[in-house]
């Protein structure tokens, strides 16, 4: 599989700091498919985003914003003035194979482990 | 609004024994799948079904069977389990292609297998 890279194990703010999570991404295709996944801790993973590979536009979706830039193969995702809700693990991930198949065949990223400080 | 449900959600095992995980989902998808997750890791693929009466292997597949009989129900079966099978198992689900193809998770099952 092509790898999803997430470096930051685990990363401690203090509530209203801004937070950035890392995802690198390993890729041959020329049109693919990246997702960000949030795990709180009841454990339930949600989606967050999907972006696919022609929009390098910046997406801004209240207090969340994600990067993606081709040229670094990156597609991080930063949270401005974190909350104590904000606490969970987050995965970048991206199909397992990017044409004639369902995008919910996932390759996932370790996750990064968020923790917000009151 | 259910969602994803799975059941048991939490299970232990003895070496060699057999069990079945349950999933069921209340919102008409087409795809389903199952995935384990251990620590330190991502979530990988074990298998999923496009439909109902196909399955297909995912990425870890080695150990599980798999059924979907019915649209809304997505079975993963352990028939001789092994310490290596311990793990936290999630069902998800999701609509076919286009941009409604997001996976809904249920809330995990926690295996054991000593």
């Known amino acids: 599989a092509q790898k999803v890279t997430q470096a930051q194990t685990e990363i401690s703010v203090v509530e209203k700091e801004d937070v950035t999570l890392d995802c690198v991404y390993e890729?041959?295709?020329?049109?693919?498919?990246l997702f960000w996944y949030k795990q709180p801790p009841s454990g339930e993973l949600v989606f967050l985003i999907r972006r696919n590979s022609f929009d390098e536009q910046n997406e801004i979706s209240g207090r969340y914003s994600w990067n993606f830039q081709k040229s670094t193969s990156s597609f991080n995702f930063t949270i401005t003035a974190s909350q104590v809700v904000d606490s969970a693990v987050y995965f970048c991930a991206r199909p397992l194979r990017s044409r004639g198949s369902t995008l919910g065949r996932l390759y996932f990223g370790r996750g990064t482990q968020l923790t917000v400080w009151p | 609004n259910a969602g994803v449900t799975q059941t048991p959600k939490f299970r232990v095992l003895k070496t060699g024994q057999s069990m079945t995980l349950l999933c069921a989902q209340d919102?008409?998808?087409?795809?389903m799948y199952w995935y384990r997750q251990d620590p330190g890791m991502g979530l990988r693929l074990i298998h999923y079904s496009v439909g109902e009466g196909t399955t297909a292997k995912g990425e870890v597949p080695d150990g599980y069977n798999v059924s979907r009989l019915k649209k809304q129900n997505f079975l993963l079966g352990l028939e001789s389990a092994a310490p290596s099978q311990t793990s936290v198992y999630f069902c998800a689900s999701s609509y076919a292609g286009g941009d409604n193809e997001k996976l809904f998770f249920g809330s995990g099952t926690q295996l054991s297998v000593l």
């Open positions: 919102m008409n998808h087409e795809y």
């Open positions: 890729t041959r295709d020329t049109t693919y498919y």
